[in-house]
């Protein structure tokens, strides 16, 4: 019964430290840490930019527009898009862009490929030693290119990360909730890559790395930036976060489409953890990040049932589990109102971010079991663009 209870707790105690006291400590002693400063000032290296595209043709124009609109030089920039079996419009518009960009190669794949297929087949077409990967609905600022790729005149710096915002943000569905996560998440990884030089993960959408640094990514992996992201810390490089570099997304707003991006997401990570465990026993800066913002994380949905059913049996016998086990019963009840709310037109906004945590854990859990029954294949649908 003892060792329950210290199971409990020391539960507890993971899930708060993973969300509440590790992005708190991180975010605070990283305000003493410097940010690398053997940066490129005038002359910046050329550039590979590539982006794998699957019928995108709702954002590819505004895309290659906020390319177009940088401050960074055309002709430094080799921009190289890789139309994964496109049925709809995105070829003929990329098309049209071809005589605006002195070196863009349009690579068209008659049958899909599936974006990580396409990334390693994209990278290898890369003339330049930095490449910046992106998605076709991640719009860029004028200096985002020259912000990003300004660090890689330090020998050290393996990978850097845009800082990601997002538009169409409402309170009727999700997008809130995931916004408000995703901002703290920024500035944890920014942290990170102060304090250790080990950003716990890219956010996909738009990043840069060195070519050098870069193997092909298993064609059935799912979450192809933390890969890449551990594999150069593991080669000893640093990955870091640029806070200048903005770029901006629309997020998703309808909670099922998102659920099922977050399942994905999840089995994706179980993948990477069963690749980078060892990462764990460095007993340094970056196994404790690897630790406290990824590893915990995964297992919390497991943590969470325990205690559930721990509590569930403690409570005949401790007012204090009694009250335990309600407190992690209560999120889930609280999905009836929210859908009730929603059904009228009233939005509890204090109630999305709780049920967001609550979806986010189910999502992992489901996803660990989409990872033990094997992926064979990682080819998906992209999320529906501007909601």
């Given amino acids: 019964m003892l060792i329950v209870e210290i199971v409990i707790w020391l539960g507890i105690g993971f899930i708060i430290h993973s969300y509440v006291v590790y992005p708190l400590i991180t975010q605070y002693f990283a305000r003493f840490k410097s940010s690398n400063d053997m940066i490129y000032e005038d002359e910046l290296p050329s550039v590979s930019i590539i982006i794998p595209a699957h019928n995108e043709e709702k954002v590819i124009q505004q895309k290659l527009e906020s390319v177009l609109a940088s401050n960074f030089s055309l002709e430094h920039i080799q921009l190289i898009i890789g139309a994964d079996h496109c049925k709809d419009r995105t070829v003929e518009i990329i098309s049209t862009y071809q005589s605006k960009f002195p070196h863009l190669t349009l690579v068209e794949f008659q049958e899909r490929q599936g974006k990580i297929n396409v990334v390693n087949q994209l990278t290898e077409l890369a003339e330049n030693e930095v490449i910046i990967m992106t998605d076709a609905n991640v719009l860029f600022e004028a200096n985002t290119i020259s912000q990003l790729v300004k660090h890689f005149k330090n020998p050290n710096i393996g990978l850097v990360d845009s800082r990601m915002e997002h538009f169409g943000v409402k309170e009727t569905g999700i997008s809130m909730a995931e916004n408000g996560y995703i901002s703290n998440e920024v500035q944890t990884k920014h942290a990170e890559g102060k304090i250790w030089g080990a950003m716990m ?118 007012i204090a589990y009694r009250i335990l086990n309600g407190l992690f019963i209560l999120p889930f009840v609280f999905y009836i109102p929210d859908y009730l709310g929603k059904k009228i037109g009233i939005h509890f906004k204090w109630l999305r971010y709780l049920l967001h945590f609550t979806s986010m854990n189910i999502a992992l859990f489901l996803g660990f079991f989409k990872f033990l029954g094997g992926i064979k294949s990682s080819i998906w649908e992209p999320t529906k663009r501007l909601q």
Avoid at 228 to 254: H, P, W
Avoid at 306 to 313: E, G, H, P
């Fill in 201 to 318: 993960g890219p956010f996909g959408g738009c990043f840069a790395f060195r070519k050098s640094c870069f193997e092909p990514i298993p064609t059935h992996f799912l979450v192809d930036d933390f890969y890449l992201n551990m594999l150069i810390l593991q080669k000893g490089y640093r990955c870091i976060n640029e806070q200048n570099a903005r770029v901006f997304e629309d997020v998703s707003n309808e909670s099922w489409i998102e659920f099922k991006r977050k399942i994905r997401i999840s089995a994706g990570n179980f993948q990477n953890l069963s690749r980078f465990w060892p990462m764990l026993f460095r007993f340094d800066g970056i196994s404790y990040a690897f630790f406290s913002h990824k590893f915990l994380r995964w297992m919390i949905p497991f943590f969470m049932l325990f205690i559930l059913i721990a509590t569930s049996y403690l409570s005949l016998e401790h």
